[in-house]
């Protein structure tokens, strides 16, 4: 059996426990067994963090202490999988850039609040987007930082309606790259709890997690 460490927390307009929870019977059902935790001390858990095969982080912004830091990164480099969507991966820990190297980007802005937008899909031939075509989602639409070595599976384009020096930009949604030897995946997809009954947004998630998963 498979093991998981999922850890919630932060700021909550991203409901993080709420989010968290619409996952659970999904890993349940795929095998695995599950530590669901609201404290960043987990993560310095030598013991527990040797045993994780896939770790999903939900929490946006907040602080990670140096053993904190240092357990998560080395668990996820020596194997472990880490899999996480919107602010509670990709706004974490804006002091970390160890963190952020890891992860492959940083939220910067989300101009214009709630807005209606297209993902399109880039990688229609990967087993985890195969069978999804581009949709639209109606929430934050994400303007990140991102590391050129990200394998890109979504995007999106930016009208520039609420910022209008970003017209046309083609910003990543969904990545996927390597951190030793461990995968990472990430969807900026996920705002609020709600965003996953989405059906696509939530099948993306739940195969980035397998994908990921040691």
């Known amino acids: 059996m498979r093991f998981a460490v999922l850890v919630w927390g932060g700021w909550e307009g991203h409901e993080p426990r709420q989010c968290v929870e619409r996952f659970l019977p999904f890993l349940r059902a795929e095998g695995f067994d599950l530590l669901v935790s609201d404290s960043l001390g987990v993560f310095a858990d030598a013991a527990t963090m040797a045993r994780a095969d896939l770790v999903v982080p939900c929490w946006t912004m907040g602080v990670l202490a140096e053993a904190e830091e240092k357990g998560l990164l080395a668990a ?7 899999a996480g969507w919107h602010g509670g991966m990709g706004d974490a ?27 399109r899909v880039t990688r229609p031939d990967d087993p985890v987007m195969a069978g999804i075509a581009d949709f639209t989602m109606r929430s934050e639409q994400y303007y990140l930082h991102t590391d050129p070595s ?14 209008p020096w970003i017209e046309g930009c ?19 997809l996920g705002h609020v709890a709600a965003d996953f009954d989405t059906p696509a947004c939530f099948e993306i998630m739940k195969r980035g997690m397998l994908w990921a998963a040691r």
């Open 150 to 163: 990200n394998e890109v599976l979504a995007e999106t384009v930016f009208t520039g309606e609420h910022a």
């Open 93 to 119: 820990f804006r002091n970390s850039t160890d963190y952020q190297f890891m992860t492959g980007g940083q939220f910067v802005a989300h101009p214009g609040g709630i807005a209606e937008y297209t993902v």
């Open 76 to 82: 996820v480099a020596g194997g472990a999988g880490i």
């Open 170 to 188: 083609v910003m990543p949604v969904v990545w996927r790259r390597r951190y030793g030897a461990g995968r990472v995946f990430y969807s900026a």
